[in-house]
């Protein structure tokens, strides 16, 4: 394709619609066996867009292969019996319900990070942190495995770097000046072979920690710190808006696909503070 950025500037794929060949690709992953753990988490009142991202992920989320659903919840009693492929399973952990919702997102990167030392890394080879109040529209295959994968954030996709919302404040450990960064990412999508994934979760929860002795916080919680981190340590791989899409935002030429995208909801009522 000519008319998006296939490759970074550090010769990372971006991944679009037409970029790649899904039974060329699904053939190269397939005989690899891999399990594929897949974080959600679920407290408060976003229990409510479980069922449907469960439901989604079953129709289009890496059909055909291993998928291990870990799903991070207050409410371990009310994961509903969802219909899973052959293959495919579910594993709901109790997480205390923080007061705050930054709290939830501060959090997290703590609870992947003991987890993954407790299970996943004896349990699978790949692992993508996703957000749960999102669905899947198409087909999200293997295409999106790699060993450090990131999603550009659809909103800031034609934006300058100086206009990302990264943490300006040179206080935070999250920290990024004016004249660097390439892409701004979103913290509903990250994945990729597990070790990386578990060096960046302890990176950013490190960085987290100090922040909070210093009592700053970042500018989008975890996120600002995810993007801090991706700065440093490129990603192998990047998709597209396709794969991060906001059902909020206007469709524009270059998508051709919506796969993965945001649920339409009011952030004031779901989000407790």
Same mark, same amino acid.
């Given at each position: 394709r000519r008319d998006v950025l296939t490759v970074t500037p550090w010769m990372a794929p971006i991944v679009w619609d037409g970029t790649f060949d899904p039974l060329i690709i699904d053939s190269i992953y397939k005989p *690899?066996?891999?399990t594929i753990?897949?974080?959600? #988490? !679920?407290v408060g009142k976003y229990m409510r867009f479980l069922k449907g991202f469960l439901e989604s992920a079953e129709k289009h989320y890496l059909v055909g292969f291993r998928v291990h659903y870990y799903v991070f919840t207050d409410q371990p009693g009310e994961v509903l019996k969802v219909s899973l492929a052959p293959g495919r399973n579910l594993t709901a952990i109790q997480v205390p319900k923080f007061d705050r919702w930054q709290e939830i997102s501060l959090r997290r990167m703590e609870i992947i990070r003991k987890t993954i030392e407790k299970q996943i890394r004896r349990e699978a080879q790949y692992i993508y942190c996703l957000d749960v109040d999102m669905h899947f529209q198409n087909r999200v295959g293997a295409e999106v495995l790699g060993e450090l994968v990131a999603a550009v954030h659809a909103w800031f996709y034609y934006s300058h770097r100086d206009q #990302?919302?990264? +943490?300006?404040r040179p206080a935070s450990t999250a920290y990024v000046p004016f004249n660097q960064g390439n #892409?701004?990412? @979103? !913290? !509903?999508? #990250?994945g990729g072979l597990v070790d990386n994934v578990y060096r960046l979760v302890k990176t950013c929860q490190e960085n987290l920690l100090v922040d909070k002795r210093n009592n700053i916080e970042a500018a989008w919680q975890e996120e600002?710190? *995810?993007?801090k981190y991706l700065i440093r340590n490129k990603p192998t791989k990047l998709l597209s808006s396709e794969y991060m899409w &906001? &059902? @909020?935002k206007q469709r524009v030429? +270059?998508?051709r696909v919506i796969r993965f995208s945001t649920v339409r909801k009011n952030l004031a009522e779901v989000r407790d503070n």
């Amino acid at each position: 394709r000519r008319d998006v950025l296939t490759v970074t500037p550090w010769m990372a794929p971006i991944v679009w619609d037409g970029t790649f060949d899904p039974l060329i690709i699904d053939s190269i992953y397939k005989p *690899l066996n891999a399990t594929i753990a897949t974080t959600v #988490f !679920a407290v408060g009142k976003y229990m409510r867009f479980l069922k449907g991202f469960l439901e989604s992920a079953e129709k289009h989320y890496l059909v055909g292969f291993r998928v291990h659903y870990y799903v991070f919840t207050d409410q371990p009693g009310e994961v509903l019996k969802v219909s899973l492929a052959p293959g495919r399973n579910l594993t709901a952990i109790q997480v205390p319900k923080f007061d705050r919702w930054q709290e939830i997102s501060l959090r997290r990167m703590e609870i992947i990070r003991k987890t993954i030392e407790k299970q996943i890394r004896r349990e699978a080879q790949y692992i993508y942190c996703l957000d749960v109040d999102m669905h899947f529209q198409n087909r999200v295959g293997a295409e999106v495995l790699g060993e450090l994968v990131a999603a550009v954030h659809a909103w800031f996709y034609y934006s300058h770097r100086d206009q #990302f919302p990264y +943490e300006r404040r040179p206080a935070s450990t999250a920290y990024v000046p004016f004249n660097q960064g390439n #892409f701004y990412y @979103q !913290a !509903a999508v #990250f994945g990729g072979l597990v070790d990386n994934v578990y060096r960046l979760v302890k990176t950013c929860q490190e960085n987290l920690l100090v922040d909070k002795r210093n009592n700053i916080e970042a500018a989008w919680q975890e996120e600002s710190h *995810l993007n801090k981190y991706l700065i440093r340590n490129k990603p192998t791989k990047l998709l597209s808006s396709e794969y991060m899409w &906001d &059902d @909020q935002k206007q469709r524009v030429n +270059e998508v051709r696909v919506i796969r993965f995208s945001t649920v339409r909801k009011n952030l004031a009522e779901v989000r407790d503070n």
